[in-house]
């Protein structure tokens, strides 16, 4: 399994409405924060090419979202 950590900026005022969107969507782990993101997301899948599936077709196609950055995790 692959993971990978989104940040994301959404539109002025539209997190709240954007976290909610994503846990509908089943996204492992979604959460608001302050700072230069506005929400950090925890992804899985099988392979890197399907994780960026996943922030294409659940996360960037979301009304609210302006931005998404994706960090795959590496084990060392």
């Given amino acids: 399994m692959t993971g990978a950590y989104v940040l994301i900026n959404c539109a ?3 997190t709240a409405e954007v976290v909610r969107a994503l846990r ?3 996204l492992r782990e979604v959460r608001a924060v302050a700072g230069i993101y506005d ?3 925890y ?3 099988r ?3 399907q994780i960026g599936d ?3 077709r659940k ?3 979301l009304d609210g979202i302006e931005r998404t950055m994706t960090m795959v995790s590496v084990r060392l």
């Fill in 12 to 14: 002025a005022g539209k």
């Fill in 24 to 26: 509908r969507q089943g």
């Fill in 39 to 41: 929400i950090v997301a």
């Fill in 43 to 45: 992804v899985e899948a």
């Fill in 47 to 49: 392979t890197p090419s």
């Fill in 54 to 56: 996943l922030v294409v």
């Fill in 59 to 61: 996360i960037q196609s």
